[in-house]
């Protein structure tokens, strides 16, 4: 499969902790991107990160991109409850090639 | 500018029946995909259309179809149904396609009796 995989799959959290996870891909990207989704309901953008560039942050989250690992991580510093929810990354290699998105991490935040 | 919009929401349907799933994307965008999720396999691509044109298409069975109006707005639809294809139903809409981010409507939700 070409898809991402996130890492790990699901994550428990205190509110005020850094929460940190994974996206690693096997065939060459042109962007990253990263969504969050609530229980059920539709994908929220979070960032986008193209094949150039290290970092981008966003308020309280952080992603890398790592080319040569062919990996990224995203951060979120400071969780809070209403970041529970399922984070995906969706990787896209360029061309007439679709959004390609990873079975995602479960991120409880225990309040 | 108003979102993404998917009807119906909620949908329950019986084997061998057909359904036809609705989106409307948001104004100006051109580029609609959709995705179905399960439990099972996550986010799995269906298909993407781009101008009226079916620009991508993901591994499903001829059953699953689809269309883009003149006015971006897209269909999908599923004949024959069979309790696997009990899942979400998510569209999103962009620009010009993957290279930009995605705007997701809420899916629909359809269950397979």
């Known amino acids: 499969s070409q898809q991402g995989e996130e890492d790990p799959q699901a994550l428990s959290i205190q509110e005020g902790e850094n929460a940190t996870m994974n996206c690693s891909y096997k065939t060459s990207i042109n962007n990253l991107q990263w969504y969050r989704q609530n229980s059920g309901r539709g994908l929220v953008h979070l960032i986008l990160i193209r094949s150039n560039e290290r970092e981008k942050h966003s308020g309280r989250l952080r992603v890398t991109l790592d080319t040569s690992k062919k990996s990224s991580s995203l951060l979120i510093t400071a969780s809070r409850a209403a970041d529970t929810a399922s984070y995906f990354c969706a990787t896209w290699w360029g061309g007439n090639t679709p959004l390609v998105f990873g079975k995602g991490t479960r991120l409880s935040v225990i309040a | 500018k108003a979102g993404v919009t998917q009807t119906p929401r909620y949908l329950i349907k019986t084997r061998g029946q057909q359904v036809t799933l609705s989106c409307s994307p948001i104004s100006g965008h051109r580029s609609v995909s959709w995705y179905q999720q399960t439990p099972g396999q996550g986010l799995q691509f269906l298909f993407e259309y781009f101008s009226e044109t079916q620009r991508n298409k993901g591994n499903f069975p001829g059953r699953f179809s689809g269309r883009q109006f003149s006015n971006s707005r897209s269909e999908m639809n599923v004949s024959t149904l069979e309790l696997g294809d009990s899942a979400l139903y998510l569209c999103?809409?962009?620009?010009?396609?993957?290279?930009?981010?995605?705007?997701f409507g809420p899916g629909t939700r359809l269950l397979v009796l």
């Open positions: 999103a809409s962009s620009l010009s396609g993957a290279e930009e981010t995605q705007y």
